[in-house]
């Protein structure tokens, strides 16, 4: 079936045009023109957008949100109440969390996500009949939204460097990275071939992933040809403890250990040196800033001029969803390097959308993903340009510097309608997110 979506603006490669005709079958873009709507189109007005993708998410962290702020404290102390929401979910529980978090993804322009998975087993640790019960809780949720999905699963089997699991994170681990694979390798063999669903995997951290293990899980990337993420430098303490037990930073071990490479990515490395830099950038490995997060753990300020400067490729991600809006991810990533420097217009409004775009669904294994361009993935994202917000403004920078998800009234993710005036198929995603988050406390 054809559909034919007429833009008012749509932002193409060679910049932002006027009355663009998009024509859909199936899940893929099939023919891009310019000219007066055709009968039958579909009118989209403001300027549409190629989809977002939200590269580095933990669903479950959303029930955090608007609770772990207060008091005082920093990362590790914020790390206590995560765990304390990690130990209450099950599949069922995570089903329902997961798919009212999408459902706020999609609602802000976001058409794939990349879900760090660590949340594996039953919270004693004990195995559920299916070991990738909730890895296939995950993917159901993004399916129910709309979303298609990169399910990172996430090797993690040290409580800290040295440190055994302990407490809630006892369900995260496997004992070991080869039983790992083969729980990973059962869960990739469960969507081989399914285009909406990419398994990749993740190097927890340093802190989680012993190095000598970290190898069977660079090998599980290239035996998939999959994405392999890992957070890495987000704390000065994590980068302290493995120079004293390692005499190397983290980039250094991860690199050591053949974890760096064109399908990685590093999450958050924040506190680089000038080495780290260099290590990432030669290696093709991409970087996923997480503005609102970091600020809002006081991780603090990631050097991504430098590391884009170097040839790494920045993405986004909202991380703990202390936020959900990949706009705010975009200028957060300029306005923080402007507090950090003094100085502005470190980054064009189109560097920062292709980082919420075309580069960060590369980093989550659909390279043909976020242009809108004949063979492309169907993800149109309109956002308004008449709100209080955008009135007034004009171009890309209206989007990246003006609008919010807010500003987001329908998104077409994958060929199918998902968001029409501003609200999900599904329906009210606020009160989705209620109800699946009351039931956690």
């Known amino acids: 079936m054809s559909l034919t979506y ?36 579909e009118r989209l007005a403001g300027l549409t957008v190629p989809g977002l993708a939200n590269a ?22 914020w790390r206590e109440r995560m765990y304390d929401v990690a130990a209450r979910l099950d599949p069922d529980s995570y089903l329902r969390l997961a798919t009212a978090v999408y459902a706020e993804m999609a609602l802000a322009g976001v058409t794939c996500v990349g879900e760090f998975h660590y949340l594996h087993h039953g919270p004693d640790g004990t195995l559920y009949d299916d070991p990738n019960a909730m890895g296939h809780a995950l993917v159901q949720a993004a399916r129910a939204a709309g979303l298609r999905v990169t399910l990172l699963d996430t090797c993690y089997l040290t409580g800290g460097i040295g440190a055994p699991l302990s407490g809630p994170q006892v369900r995260f681990g496997d004992g070991d990275a080869e039983r790992w694979a083969a729980r990973a390798d059962t869960l990739a063999a469960a969507y081989e071939g399914q285009p909406d669903v990419e398994i990749g995997a993740a190097v927890h951290s340093v802190r989680a992933v012993p190095p000598e293990q970290m190898p069977l899980v660079a090998e599980f990337s290239r035996r998939h040809a999959a994405p392999l993420h890992a957070h890495v430098s987000e704390q000065r303490a994590e980068n302290a403890a493995c120079v004293e037990m390692y005499a190397a ?32 950038a030669q290696s093709g490995t991409a970087v996923c800033m997480c503005p609102t997060t970091e600020r809002d753990l006081a991780d603090g300020i990631g050097p991504a001029r430098e590391l884009a400067d170097r ?38 409004a ?79 995603a606020g009160a989705l997110l209620s109800e699946a988050i009351k039931a956690l406390r």
Request: hydrophobic content about 45%; proline content about 4%.
């Open 56 to 77: 580095h998410s933990h669903a479950f962290h959303r029930a955090l949100r608007g609770v772990a702020q207060e008091g005082k404290g920093d990362f590790w102390t």
């Open 311 to 348: 040839g790494a490729a920045i993405t986004l991600g909202s991380d703990s969803h202390a936020v959900v809006d990949l706009f705010e991810e975009a200028r957060a990533v300029e306005l923080d390097q402007r507090l950090a420097s003094g100085r502005r217009g470190h980054w064009s």
């Open 350 to 428: 189109g560097d920062l959308l292709s980082a919420a775009t075309c580069a960060g669904h590369i980093s989550l294994g659909f390279p043909d993903a976020g242009l809108l361009v004949p063979g492309a993935w169907a993800d149109l994202v309109s956002v308004r340009l008449d709100s209080v917000r955008t009135a007034g403004a004009a171009g890309l920078e209206a989007v990246v510097f003006a609008a919010t998800a807010a500003d987001v009234h329908s998104v077409v993710s994958g060929g199918r309608r998902v968001v029409t005036a501003g609200r999900h198929v599904l329906g009210d």
């Open 6 to 41: 007429w833009c008012e603006q749509a932002w193409l490669p060679d910049g932002v045009a006027e009355g663009v005709l998009v024509v859909v079958e199936g899940d893929r873009i099939t023919r891009i023109g310019q000219g007066p709507p055709p009968p039958g189109a």
């Open 249 to 280: 930073t983290p980039v250094r071990l991860l690199h050591e250990h053949g974890v760096l490479g064109p399908r990685s990515t590093a999450v958050h490395a924040t506190h680089l040196t000038d080495v780290d830099v260099e290590l990432l």
